[in-house]
């Protein structure tokens, strides 16, 4: 946690970039009966049955000092998917960055096991050696800033029904180009005397 907490208080530093990542499921559901369209005095209505679709994956990748996020989506959830992430975030969108200090949970995909499954051995050697791992604690997720950029995605964008992946990537493309251009921050105020003083008891005692 402390780990964590001290690279969020790290200067900015083009170089040596602060980026969180995490994933989150969209269930995707059709319409049994097509909703009724908005009229003067009556708002928009849809049928509470409904047909399941499936789900889509939604990458959270974002740099909460610089304002910017990228979200992929993509119908699975996998070694593959991830490692596709990754080589993203270091060959297009930080090419000149020192290392990336890359902040993300425990999953079992997310290590550098999944970069050597998905690219030969040379390639995925390259990109380790562009990554700085900051895993949060077990039972920490919370302290992902990326998970958080993800619960205003699910407000802002994908609060209703979608029936296909090809609608969440419309929906999903359009709030980040508007939310990026913002430069929307998360501004992060738990410092680590904050968290030794409200999360004391998981400290071990050093009494005698």
Known sequence: MEDVIQTYLLPYDPAYPVVCFDEA???????VREPLPTRPDSP?????????????????????????RHVKVSERRTRRDYAQCVRELVDVHYPHAQKIRLVQD????????????????????????????????KHGSWL??????????????LDRRMDNPTQVVAEVAAWESKRNAQRARIHWTFTLASARRKLHKLYPSNED
């Open 25 to 31: 499921c969209k269930q995707l559901f059709g319409e």
């Open 44 to 68: 928009a209505k849809e049928d509470y049955e409904y047909e399941r679709k499936g789900v889509c994956n939604q990458l959270m990748m974002c740099e909460p000092l610089r304002g910017w």
């Open 106 to 137: 425990n999953l079992n995909t997310h290590d550098g096991a999944s970069l050597y499954e998905a690219f030969p051995p040379e390639q995925a050697r390259r990109i380790l050696d562009k990554i700085e791992w900051h895993y949060t604690p």
């Open 144 to 157: 992902n800033m990326a998970e958080t950029e993800i619960r205003i995605m699910n407000g802002q964008c």
